[in-house]
């Protein structure tokens, strides 16, 4: 299954803003993601961004003028529109956005919008006052109606020095949205895939709290993944500082106990639970409401209960369920117990004291393991692409019917 982006014709337009620099890390974002990148400008975005620098990062010669008849545009004006698997507006000024709402189609960005049958996707920028006018909020309207994905404006602080609403949605994030509309047709559209990520945080006291070194990379990289193939996606976190993927539906759950109840309500009707979360096997017996001062005690004695095991206990028809064993040593034996003590379709097990993978690293080395006994051994990969290969398996799980731990 190739990844959303993988081949697949973007044209970018660029219209002018300050913001037109960041479309420059966008558009190279998605030339290292594998799209062939076309871009277009108006105009006003030359005043601020060279043409050059933007084919100097998509090896391909820049639409500026529909009426140049060395481009492709100028032979055939309609011709980019057809090919487009995907049009991106970023940044969309506010005057680009009112083009696009008439149809205007006097420059290649809007001639192309307006000509396309693929997915739009625009991300305004512009001063505060324009984008809270009653004319960007009705082309926003209209675009909207008629299919056009919106990503921000984001507030923040603007190139006139004042702070509001009006800067474009950073090129990560727009990044994620491009691969969630291209991905909506993925292997996984229609399933619903319940995800957990980072480290429980079990408190001692109301500042303290025994927490791991889990970062939610891992995580993070699944749930994305499972959207951009298409799934619906919820991520049960438990860090609430970490970016959610753009798309997915966020329940923060910070300790063991909120995570067994969040997974619980999160897995009814789901197709797959992948448990990347590192949960705290024990927690403070009794909490302090109050902060424990250290006069008070020489040395301290925790008193430590257990936890309930969150994988072990969920249950659906034909849910598909996927652990993590993390470990230091004898990786295969300790996943493959886990995989059999849990009910497990499938056991990812990762090394805990590798250098470069693992917790906190962006990469990882893992083996999928399943209920056969088969071992996958990946190569190190970034854990997005790690992620990419669990999720083969549980796509071809969810195929085949055969997931659920009764089975
Ligand atoms: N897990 C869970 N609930 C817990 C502990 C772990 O659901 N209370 C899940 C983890 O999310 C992971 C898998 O079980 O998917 C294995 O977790 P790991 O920390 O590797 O192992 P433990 O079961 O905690 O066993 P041990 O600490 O003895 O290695």
Redesign the pocket.
Known sequence: MPKPLEGRCVALGVTGSIAAYKALDLASSLVQAGAGVEVMMTAAAQRFVSPLSFSAIVHRPVATDLFDPRSEMGMDHVALARRAELVIVAPATASALARMACGLADDPVSATVLATCAPVLVAPAMDAGMFESPATGANLKTLRDRGVAVAGPERGRMASGLTGVGRMTEPAELMGHARAILGRSGDLAGRAIVV?AGGTREPIDPVRVIANRSSGRMGNAIAEAARDRGARVTLVSADPSAPCPVGADLVVAET?AQ??RAVAGAVRGADAVV???????WTPASPSDRKIKKDDLGAMTLELRR??????SVEGPGLVK??????TEDLEL?ARA?LAA?GLDLVVANPACEEGVGMGADDNRVTIIDRSGAAEALPRMSKYDAAWRVLDRVSGLLAAGSGGSAG
Do not use: P
Not at 275 to 281: K, Q, R
């Open positions: 957990t063991a995570m067994e448990m990347a979360a590192a949960v705290a096997d936890t309930a095991d969150v994988i072990a996927v652990g993590f064993a993390l470990e300790n886990k849990k």
